[in-house]
């Protein structure tokens, strides 16, 4: 059973325009997300996080929203850029027990953002 | 600074034949993590190094998977007797301190093929 749920696997936006990636979580337990960008042949880079005590982080272009009630969560980019075109995973952290520094992922929504 | 690095890059083997993968974290880091992508899937976990803690093996799918840090710094996954299903991309990622909401900087990755 996937934990975290990516449902779209590739979006395709024009560039300038807002790029919106979703995620959806099932377990509660989790109080930190991340998301995490990856170009071919490279392995993930961090994007951009939210603790659960927060329902917004922003960072430049880059702004993460998340739902508690919801359970979800997204990442909104605006203005895109050709070179945001990229695979962006979702994850979420435990941040108690034996969840401790783990990251959970989603499968990954493949963005391409066309000039 | 020289981020993590993973060797080889590819590796191509025959079905029963045992594989090592290495992983060199960032200098000064304490937690390395190990993470699997099988096609179409997340980053799946397999095992977690804190400093001198015993590992947390949760995440390894089957006894035929092992892994060993020497000197809280070079990790080895090892494989034996691989099947096709272990066909994946394996992917190290180190922390500072393995702490909870800390950044994991991941290695490019190997790309493993079993025919």
Known sequence: DQQV???????SVQEGRISILNCDYTNSMFDYF???????????TFLISISSIKDKN????FTVFLNKSAKHLSLHIVPSQPGDSAV???????TGGTSYG?????????????? | GAGVSQSPSNKVTEKGKDVELRCDPISG?????????????????LIYFQGNSAPDKSGLPSDRFSAERTGGSVSTLTIQRTQQEDSA???????????GQET????????????
Do not use: M
């Open chain 2, 29 to 45: 880091h304490t937690a390395l993590y190990w993470y699997r992508q099988s096609l179409g899937q997340g980053l799946e976990f």
């Open chain 2, 89 to 99: 991309v394996y992917l190290c990622a180190s922390s500072l301190n393995g702490g």
């Open chain 2, 104 to 115: 994991q900087y991941f290695g490019p990755g190997t790309r493993l093929l079993v025919l």
């Open chain 1, 34 to 44: 991340l998301w995490y960008k990856k170009y071919p042949a490279e392995g993930p």
């Open chain 1, 58 to 61: 922003e960072d430049g272009r």
């Open chain 1, 102 to 115: 783990k990251l959970t992922f989603g499968q990954g929504t493949i963005l391409t953002v066309h000039p």
């Open chain 1, 5 to 11: 749920k990516q449902n779209s696997p590739s979006l």
């Open chain 1, 88 to 94: 962006y995973f979702c994850a979420q952290e435990g």
